[in-house]
Every structure is written in C-alpha cells, then in structure tokens.
C-alpha cells in the first residue's frame, strides 16, 4: 500500500487532512493510492487555496 503526490512518496501519519496542507498553493495535484489488495487510483485534485 502506498500513495504519491506528483511523483513523491507519502508516508502516512495521524493527521486528518490525508498529508495536504491547507496553505499549499492553488493548482492541480496528482494522486496515486495503492491499496493493500492492489486496487490502483489516479484522482487529481483541483485545489483553491482559502
């Protein structure tokens, strides 16, 4: 199991908000998520800064 952002490995942690800061700049983020029974996703994000 393991997910990226445009390219870069996440390690995972107890925060809520899934390893995205809020004051992360305006723009499109790229996803990969693995599960542990090897299901793959690609959602993008379309973020606006608050």
Do not use: H
Request: positive net charge; charged residues 20%; without cysteine.
């Amino acid at each position: 199991m393991y997910m990226t952002r445009d390219g870069t490995v996440l390690t995972a942690d107890d925060q809520e908000t899934l390893w995205f800061l809020a004051t992360r700049p305006t723009g499109k983020y790229q996803f990969k998520i693995k599960t542990a029974n090897g299901s793959m996703y690609a959602p993008v994000l379309n973020w606006v800064k608050p």
